[in-house]
């Protein structure tokens, strides 16, 4: 018997609750210079551990959509496209490939801790390199101020929010559980 191809409830509602939760991380934000640091990237990267590449990265796009439509769901309670204009878009549009590479990586790694790491790492350098890039040709700043402004601070912070994702991700997985392959693929028949 084959399965519909419509995508399952359940994992239409994790991306949603996902996209909620990402945008809740929004609003737990410290100032300290041009970006600020937020818990974003903590559900973005659990997001991508838990619901794979595809649906990580629908999390992602619900929540890109909700804040393009206006809806203030950005650092600082802000929302609307003129913030992918300001020194925060670069990363803004970073959590896309962030998300699809933490989900695409850890699903090859066989959701092991090592691989979930080397997922958030990867995934992590992919979201400093499109933030970094947006930062340095929005505001003019040289490379290593742009590096001091918006990346140097937020390692320690990263490397936490990795340390957590990867034991909230072990004990979240069997709850989250599967309607299908993390990477959104129909399952085989067995003949």
Do not use: H
């Not at 997001?47 to 590449?53: I, K, P, S, T, V």
């Amino acid at each position: 018997m084959s399965r519909s191809r419509t995508p399952p409830l359940r994992m239409i509602v994790f991306a949603a609750l996902f996209a909620a939760l990402t945008a809740v991380g929004a609003f737990l934000a410290l100032p300290i210079g041009p970006v600020p640091i937020v818990l974003q990237n903590l559900f973005v990267y659990l997001a991508g551990l838990l619901l794979g590449a595809r649906w990580g990265l629908a999390s992602v796009g619900i929540y890109l959509l909700a804040g393009t439509c206006g809806l203030p769901v950005f650092a600082g309670g802000t929302g609307g496209i003129g913030r992918f204009l300001g020194p925060t878009g670069g990363y803004l549009i970073g959590y896309l490939p962030a998300v699809f590479l933490i989900g695409w990586i850890s699903q090859k790694a066989g959701r092991r801790p090592l691989g979930d790491v080397a997922a958030m790492l990867c995934g992590t350098a992919a979201l400093y390199a499109c933030g970094l890039l947006g930062l340095k040709l929005l505001t003019g700043l040289s490379w290593p101020k742009a590096l001091a402004a918006g990346m140097l601070p937020f390692l320690p912070g990263d490397a936490v929010k990795i340390a957590v994702a990867v034991p909230i991700a072990r004990a979240l997985r069997p709850i989250v559980g599967r309607a299908g392959p993390t990477d959104g693929q129909q399952p085989e028949t067995r003949k």
